[in-house]
């Protein structure tokens, strides 16, 4: 597994020209490049975190989340670098970050699928409360096989601006959470017959 892991984001970091995550903030908050499991994730047999990669490991027509369990912030630039699979044979497969995040049940959601569409949603008490973007297209998104893509929520206040690999997409107003909010990823497995994985290769928080 651990080949695999280190070989997948090699791959995607060549693909991706080695690009640095873009979060403009001067102060870092929080940084994980996945090395091992000490980031503050909540870790079980469905995610795995090391060798530089932080992996959701999804059954069919599966979502896996994880808000950081260590950070709270009020306003926050957040940046991750998603990789696809390197299989030429993928499912349809999401990835995204949270942010706004209250706990593992109440959250907003900025993905990217592979198939070159973004969404925007909110869970609320366990239940998706609305979609304000769904299966947008866009070129911003790279789908080859092994490649990465740099996914942005800019989070100031209750404005919200939305990047994939440095192009604005979209941006938001809305009501942030008062008292602070937390900030995660997910993984998403559309397919109803096969496994599939996400993985990411690291994350940024600046503010």
Avoid at 84 to 95: K, R, V, Y
Avoid at 126 to 143: L, Q, R, S
Wanted: charged share 20%; glycine share 12%.
């Amino acid at each position: 597994m651990r080949k695999t892991i280190l070989g997948l984001a090699i791959v995607g970091l060549c693909i991706s020209g080695g690009q640095a995550l873009a979060c403009d903030g001067s102060n870092i908050i929080f940084e994980d490049k996945f090395e091992d499991d000490a980031g503050g994730w909540s870790i079980k047999e469905t995610i795995e975190v090391r060798d530089g990669a932080f992996v959701f490991k999804l059954p069919p027509d599966d979502l896996q989340s994880n808000l950081n369990v260590t950070f709270t912030v009020k306003d926050a630039d957040i940046c991750a670098e998603a990789v696809w699979p390197e299989s030429g044979d993928q499912p349809m497969l999401g990835a995204a970050l949270l942010f706004w995040g209250e706990n593992n049940r109440t959250y907003y959601q900025f993905g990217i699928l592979n198939n070159g569409r973004f969404w925007i949603s909110r869970k609320q008490d366990g239940a998706w409360f609305g979609t304000i973007a769904a299966n947008i297209p866009t070129p911003a998104i790279n789908t080859t096989p092994g490649a990465s893509n740099t996914l942005r929520v800019d989070a100031k206040g209750n404005s919200v601006v939305f990047y994939i690999n440095g192009t604005n997409v979209r941006a938001l107003r809305g009501q942030s959470p008062s008292g602070g909010w937390r900030f995660g990823l997910s993984g998403d497995n559309f397919d109803k017959i096969k496994d599939a994985t996400v993985l990411f290769t690291n994350m940024k928080v600046t503010d």
